[in-house]
């Protein structure tokens, strides 16, 4: 998994010292929905290695404590700084403030799927923690760099300029390293996965079956550095050297650029039933009738009756499109270019998602709500909109029109013009019928139910369906694979550019019509 997030800290460090810090949060999920909980770490000690950015042939310490606590997976840990040189510049980017984060690799051995994307995991085998610039946890960083009252490493000049001084901090970190439980272990362990890596013929499919499906969560390696390949034809792509076309991207300002959630653009997918799929459709039996009971004489014939039933299918469909940058431009922006690219990614999908459940055909895109056959239309009674005298009357009829199991569960679906024209309307007393939350992110309520807005339903006018309302459980959305973004290095290589494929499949449909009621406005 290869994701992007925005964190804040201010850190800093001294030439040579102790890291701290929480490689995982409990009780809140990384940008995809994936949570992992109290417990899933259970039986991981140390040491562990420390990498630079997940890659195995850069291991720039050891991690001695990882305990599990209240507030998340916390760690401590040291940069070998004495005897490794990526160690040494690993400690100035935390100085400057380059890196900022902590990500962790694991193998995940038990998981569920999370409501509106993103996993539950519960157990897990960890297998490294990395220090990054942008984790996939917002929370995941390091707390303190401090000394550690050894003596400070002056570099590559020191051993020219001072080589007594530097046997000296040699010795004593090899007698460090002999009071350290299982190091030697550990170092063993470091060489052996340095010499897995630097075999010939290594490719990345290669080192994928090796790592027995490791994930990492650091989008910026992926982007600048990739694991996936695939062919493609030639586009206009994002240029550093022009301001337009992505010369503003490079900017420090941008690395801390927030990634929207698909959830923004696809409001529908809150309320909806969403469900992960494996297949290439998935389908649904449905009773159209059911048995029928008549009256009878204590010796009369009965009548027999049976129930019917049809077949609903819900197939995914699929959403794509591809981007190219500059290599130029992805080696030397500021962080910023890589979020940018994935909140373009999600929101273009997003928003493409919300306007197929809504007005979708069927054919090659998901089924939309007001397109579905089945759902009962009530009209207005007035030309092109709604009556003038008492318009809200026209809404109460039409939450009367469910049944009563369906209405409880309703919600209001309109857009925020339509919104705007039933805000205006007061019943006798002169109260609003439209009623704002007292708690803040709570959603706007009519007649008790609350109310959606989706910007891709009609306005009011004349033969459109401006309010659907219903119980939205009985639309469902069946995820096939979720936004996925493909890095294709060769393609363009001789362009010196770089291809991002990003592509989802999604389907959608109705699948009870009798929980929804839709309001048409006469023509």
């Known amino acids: ?44 000690a140390g040491p562990l290695p420390m990498l630079f950015a997940h890659d195995q042939a850069q291991a720039v310490g050891v991690w001695d ?25 690993v400690r100035a980017l935390i100085r400057e403030g380059a890196i900022r984060g902590l990500s962790i690799g694991f193998s995940t051995k038990k998981s569920a799927a999370r409501r509106g994307g993103g996993r539950t995991i519960t157990a897990l085998d960890l297998a490294e923690i990395s220090v990054v610039a942008v984790p996939a946890h917002p ?3 390091i707390t303190e760099a401090k000394a550690a009252g050894a003596a400070a490493d002056q570099g590559n000049d020191m051993e020219d300029e001072a080589a007594p001084a530097l046997t000296a901090l040699e010795t004593k970190m090899d007698q460090l390293a002999d009071s350290v439980k299982g190091f030697g272990k ?12 630097n075999r010939p013929g290594m490719t990345a499919d290669m080192q994928a079956q090796n790592d ?10 992926f982007a600048r550095r990739g694991v996936e390949r695939m062919g493609a034809e030639e586009i206009k792509s994002l240029v550093a050297a022009n301001d337009a076309a992505g010369g503003y991207l490079a900017p420090e300002q941008f690395a801390s650029e927030l990634i929207k959630l698909l959830v923004e653009y696809s409001p529908i997918r809150a309320y909806a039933r969403v469900m992960n799929i494996t297949a290439g459709e998935v389908k649904f039996p449905r009773r159209t009738a059911s048995t029928a009971a008549t009256w009878v004489a204590e010796t009369a014939d009965r ?18 499109t591809f981007t190219d940058i500059s290599t130029q431009l992805l080696e030397d922006n500021s962080y910023g270019l890589e979020g940018e690219l994935m909140a373009d990614f999600a929101e273009s999908f997003g928003k493409t998602e919300g306007a197929a459940f809504v007005n979708g055909t069927g054919s090659g895109q998901p089924k939309g709500l007001m397109v579905a056959s089945g759902i009962t239309s009530v009209t207005t009674g007035a030309a092109g909109g709604f009556p ?81 309302f219903g119980d939205l459980q009985g639309f469902r959305i069946v995820d096939r694979v979720a936004l996925s973004v493909l890095r294709d290095p060769y393609s363009l290589a001789t362009k010196g550019q770089v291809r991002f494929h990003a592509r989802r499949r999604v389907g959608a449909d109705v699948t009870h019509p009798d929980r929804f009621v839709k309001l048409q406005c006469a023509a």
């Open 1 to 44: 998994m290869n994701e992007h997030l925005e964190i804040k800290a201010a850190l800093s460090v001294d030439e040579a010292g102790e890291i701290t810090g929480i490689a995982w949060p409990f009780g809140s999920p990384d940008r995809v929905g994936d949570v992992i909980e109290k417990g899933a770490f259970a039986g991981t």
């Open 65 to 89: 404590h990882v305990e599990e606590t209240d507030r998340g997976l916390e760690v401590r840990g040291r940069l070998l700084i004495a005897e490794v040189e990526r160690a040494r510049e």
């Open 139 to 141: 929370r995941a960083r």
């Open 186 to 197: 550990l170092t063993d362990r470091l060489d052996r996965l340095e010499a897995r890596l």
């Open 212 to 221: 027995n499906g490791l994930e990492t969560k650091a989008f910026v390696q």
């Open 303 to 320: 009548t027999a009756s049976e129930p019917a039933f049809e077949q609903i299918t819900l197939t995914p469909h699929e959403l794509a």
């Open 388 to 468: 003038t005298t008492n318009p809200a009357d026209v809404l109460i009829g039409l939450y009367h029109s469910l049944p009563t199991a369906h209405a409880q569960r309703g919600i209001w679906l309109m857009n925020r013009n339509t919104l705007g024209t039933v805000r205006k309307w007061k019943d006798g007393d002169g109260r609003y019928l439209v009623l704002d939350p007292i708690s803040q992110g709570a959603p706007s309520t009519l007649l008790g139910r609350p109310i959606v807005e989706a910007v891709d339903m009609d306005d009011i006018e004349a033969d459109a369906f401006p309010i659907l």
